[in-house]
DNA sequence: GGCATACGCG
DNA sequence: CGCGTATGCC
């Protein structure tokens, strides 16, 4: 086969949004599609609209009402032991292996408003699953598996992953404790962040813009929170092609009722 | 001018369904629309969406989130002072006059599940609410004025307007003490019921069905809850143009996410 | 601003 | 079943 398209997007409750998801698969034809804030019970998870619009594989990692992953594709899915990133019992990550190569699903805590561990838990909660993270993932590099990371990471890492960093600064997503956190888990997996690697730090790129900025393309208050990232090993598939490889699909955004996350996709020539 | 068409329709939240209304309205080309159930307060009221489709003069009694009536008219409206019918403070009832008719718009109490005052506070204020209209009834009548009054009157007069009369005899909307009361009502008026006037006791006749049956016209398990009474002085307006003049529009249940009554329409020959 | 939850009400 | 209300969370 010439490539395996892999998609990622936080779709803020499938059951509301399996029609857009649908749409959306028309359009970007991603084999995979890593889906965040399910926020769904896995016997809720809408199985028969992804077998439908050609999904017949999922691997669902849901819990009541709050978070929740799941891994849809058109190939067979190899569900992975995932394990415990989360102190707490969130459905927030999980691991799957489709053709060869594993895909890690995330969806790191958002953490409060206040970007004080001591007096926000939310914040304590964020930085422990990115430090359990980063043990995770140095542990699992001395496997050098093929991996492609992806998720809503909530942490937009660069200057340019937020429309003003300096007014970003001490807000979280964009803080130097959580950037600096989520870099050394790029680090310890030593992760190309595809996004990156292929476009130069000076160009915005943003993959999220809050639902409270009712002209989002005019304001573009963006933020890039969701993420993919993978292994060295598959630096020739994932780059090869080019900027083409990497797309944020955020006309979402436009349609009627949509996520206020956009979806990003990557081709892997594989 | 060659009539006056008067529809009422208990709309179940006016701002989710303004649109269904302007649809009904095109179709069915009433000058009046008498909603109950608006389920908001007057400045929530979407003042804009009734201008737009034609019905610039508005008579909205409201409150926060339940109840609530409004009248809109194509014409002038003379809003009326109402008599206290209502012991608590709820907004059910109001009365205008338009084109020298007054129009009287209810929406009388559910009731609640048990058909026992004694337990029951809900149905113990239907009751009391009913005795309070049959004297404002009888002592307006005195003034032989045109009145049209119309509304969800959660009472099902007849053994034909339920799907089935022995097994509702019990059920809150079809009990004797009921189905008497509202006849003291209408026999205080003098009033003409306009359905049974123009459709023989023997033919089932339904404004209401409950959300709870999936198929409503298969099961057709429904109640004639929505009332069109007219003062003797109107009999040959309301009447003289035979069953054209009163249509229940019971398509309007098949529509998305509709409301669980039909609009009622009464053709007033003028 | 929008999506869950649970509740009261019809 | 499907309206409102409220609260939590993002």
New binding site residues.
């Given amino acids: 086969m010439s490539g395996l398209t892999i998609a990622t997007w936080?779709i803020?409750?499938?059951?509301?949004?399996a029609a857009q998801v649908a749409a959306f698969a028309q359009e970007a034809s991603p084999d995979v599609i890593c889906l965040q804030?399910i926020?769904?019970?896995e016997d809720?998870f809408p199985y028969k609209a992804f077998v439908e619009m050609g999904y017949p594989h999922a691997h669902v990692t849901g819990q009541?009402?709050?978070?929740g992953v799941a891994t849809v594709s058109r190939l067979p899915i190899e569900p992975l032991e995932m394990q415990p990133v989360c102190s707490r019992e969130e459905a927030r990550a999980q691991r799957v292996r489709i053709e060869g190569i594993e895909i890690q699903n995330y969806y790191i805590?958002?953490?409060?408003?206040e970007p004080d561990p001591e007096t926000n838990p939310?914040f304590a909660h964020k930085l422990d699953f990115v430090e359990r993270l980063e043990a995770y993932v140095r542990e699992r590099a001395k496997e050098e598996a093929d991996i492609v990371a992806v998720g809503?990471f909530?942490i937009a890492p660069h200057e340019n992953d937020v429309w003003s960093h300096k007014q970003l600064l001490s807000v979280v997503s964009h803080t130097p404790v959580e950037t600096e956190g989520l870099e050394r888990v790029r680090a310890a997996g030593d992760f190309i962040d595809v996004a990156r690697a292929l476009h130069p730090e000076e160009e915005k790129i943003f993959t999220w813009w809050?639902?409270?900025?009712?002209d989002w393309r005019k304001s573009n208050r963006g933020r890039r929170l969701d993420h993919i990232w993978v292994t060295p090993s598959l630096r020739v598939p994932a780059l090869s092609s080019g900027r083409a490889a990497f797309t944020v699909w955020d006309h979402t955004r436009d349609w009627e009722?949509?996520?206020?996350h956009a979806p990003v996709t990557l081709r892997l020539k594989v």
């Fill in positions: 936080n803020n409750s499938v059951r509301l949004r804030e926020k769904c019970q809720q009541k009402g709050m978070h805590p958002a953490g409060g408003d939310r809503d909530n809050s639902y409270r900025n009712r009722k949509p996520s206020d």
